[in-house]
C-alpha cells in the first residue's frame, strides 16, 4: 500500500505529528513519520533525522550540529528532496509547521511530480505562498492557530489534513489505460489569445490541450509538466515573461526559461507571443523610471509597458541563447506583422523599430542544425495565416519521440 509521509520537526513538533499520523492510521493509511529536526534527536520517528541528513551531499555534518540555523535548514531541504525523491511508495506528503519548516518540506515537494497529493499545514498559508509552492500542485491549508500543541482547533485542523492526505493515498485516480490523448502544453496571454484559441480548436480532436496562463507561474508550471514527462510537445508562443524578468515586471521568468525542452528534448514550437510588453499592476504602481514610457492601462489592475528596441535586442538575446541549446525537434516562428494584439499597425504598441530589433537579433543569433529550424510568417501572430504555419510546423515534429541524450 502507499503510504503517507508525514513530515516535520519532531523535537518542537512532535506530539502535532504523532497525532497526524494516528489520524492517518485510524483513516485506513499507512503513516511514515519523518523527522526534519536540526538541533536535537526526535522521538517516535520512523524515519530519523539522522537519516534524511546523511542524504546530503557533504555527508550529515552538512545539516546536523551547526550553530547556523539558516544553514541547517537549508541542507536539511537539500537532503529531505534527495531522500523523498528517491522513493516509489509514496501515496501522498504531509508537512506541518511554521515558517522554517514549511520552506524545508515544500522544497522537497516541488521536486515531486505533477500528480502526486502534496498537502502542508501552515502557520503562514493565509498568506503569499507563491515562493512555497511555485509551480507545483502543493495544496496548503492554514493552521488558523499555531501548530503548538493540540487544542480543540488545532485538532480539527490536523485532523482534517491527515484524513485529506489518507483519502488521496487510499483512492489514487485510475492510471492511464493507453488510449489517453497526448498532451501538449501551451502558453497564452489575452493578447495571443486568438491565436491560441485556433491553434487548440485544431489540436484538441487529437490532443489533449493544456493552456497555461503566461504569468511567471504558468510558464513554469508548463516547464514543470514537461520534467514530469505529462505532455509530449510545447507550443510555447507567449513567451512574455521574459520581458518582465529582464526589465522588471511582476509576471518574470526565471532563469530557468526554456530549460525543460532542453533537458527532455521534447518537441518544442515557439514565438515571441506578447514580448512587446512589460506587466505591472495599477498605474500608479509604475516605477517612476519608467514614467516617460509608452505605458497602455489593460484594466484597471495591469498597466503594460511597450519595450524598447534595446529591450528587444536583450529579450532576443536571452531566447535565442536558449533555443540554440535545445537538441529535440525545434520551430521557432517570428510574426513579422506583430507579436501581440497591440503591437499591430494602429494599436498602441505598433513600433516597426522594436519589433526589427528583436527579430533581427534573433535571425543574427539562432544556429540553425538538422533538428532546428527558424521559420518567419508574413502575419501577425494572431492572424490566420499565422496560425496556420504554427500547425504545418507542428505537425512536421510532433510524432518525434523526444530524442534520447
Known amino acids: 500500500m502507499a503510504k503517507v509521509y508525514v513530515i516535520g520537526t519532531i523535537d518542537t513538533k512532535g506530539q502535532e505529528l504523532r497525532f497526524a499520523a494516528e489520524c492517518v492510521r485510524r483513516a485506513g493509511a499507512v503513516p511514515v513519520l519523518v523527522d526534519v529536526g536540526t538541533k536535537g534527536p526526535g522521538t517516535g520517528a520512523d524515519v530519523a533525522a539522522a537519516e534524511i541528513a546523511a542524504h546530503h551531499p557533504q555527508g550529515v555534518e552538512a545539516v546536523l550540529g551547526l550553530d547556523d540555523r539558516g544553514r541547517a535548514v537549508s541542507g536539511m531541504a537539500d537532503a529531505l528532496t534527495r531522500w523523498l525523491t528517491g522513493r516509489d511508495d509514496i501515496g501522498s506528503v504531509l508537512g506541518l509547521g511554521g515558517s522554517g519548516n514549511t520552506a524545508l518540506v515544500t522544497q522537497a515537494m516541488r521536486a515531486l511530480p505533477i500528480g502526486l497529493p502534496k498537502l502542508v499545514v501552515s502557520t503562514i498559508a493565509s498568506g503569499n505562498v507563491a515562493p512555497y509552492v511555485g509551480p507545483s500542485d502543493i495544496a496548503m491549508m492554514y493552521s488558523v492557530v499555531d501548530v503548538a500543541g493540540i487544542n480543540a482547533i488545532s485538532r480539527r485542523v490536523i485532523a482534517n489534513a491527515a484524513h485529506a492526505a489518507a483519502g488521496m493515498a487510499l483512492h489514487a485516480p485510475p492510471a492511464a489505460t493507453g488510449a489517453e490523448k497526448p498532451g501538449i502544453g501551451m502558453t497564452m496571454f489575452g493578447v495571443t489569445t486568438a491565436c491560441v484559441t485556433m491553434l487548440r480548436e485544431a489540436l484538441e480532436t487529437s490532443h489533449e490541450c493544456y493552456v497555461f496562463h503566461a504569468t511567471g507561474a504558468g510558464g513554469r508550471s508548463m516547464e514543470k509538466l514537461a520534467d514530469s514527462g505529462l505532455v509530449t510537445a510545447l507550443i510555447d508562443l507567449t513567451t512574455t515573461e521574459v520581458p518582465d524578468f529582464l526589465v522588471g515586471g511582476i509576471f518574470p521568468c526565471d532563469t530557468d526559461r526554456f530549460g525543460a525542452p532542453i533537458r527532455t528534448r521534447l ?55 536558449r533555443l540554440n541549446r535545445m537538441e529535440g525537434p525545434v520551430r521557432f516562428l517570428l510574426p513579422l506583422g506583430g507579436v501581440s494584439a497591440i503591437a499591430v499597425p494602429g494599436m498602441p504598441f505598433h513600433d516597426p523599430e522594436a519589433d526589427a530589433a528583436l527579430f533581427e537579433t534573433i535571425r543574427a543569433g539562432f544556429v540553425p542544425a538538422p533538428n532546428r529550424r527558424l521559420i518567419e510568417v508574413q502575419a501577425a501572430i494572431n492572424d490566420r495565416a499565422f496560425a496556420d504555419a504554427v500547425l504545418a510546423a507542428f505537425w512536421e515534429i510532433a510524432d518525434h519521440a523526444p530524442l534520447q541524450p
Open 267 to 321: 518537441p518544442y514550437l515557439g514565438s515571441v507571443g506578447a514580448v512587446d510588453m512589460v506587466n505591472f499592476g495599477a498605474k500608479d504602481s509604475v516605477p517612476p523610471q519608467f514614467a516617460g514610457r509608452n505605458l497602455y492601462v489593460h484594466n484597471p489592475q495591469v498597466t503594460l509597458m511597450r519595450t524598447t528596441p534595446e529591450e528587444n535586442r536583450a529579450i532576443g538575446r536571452f531566447i535565442v541563447e
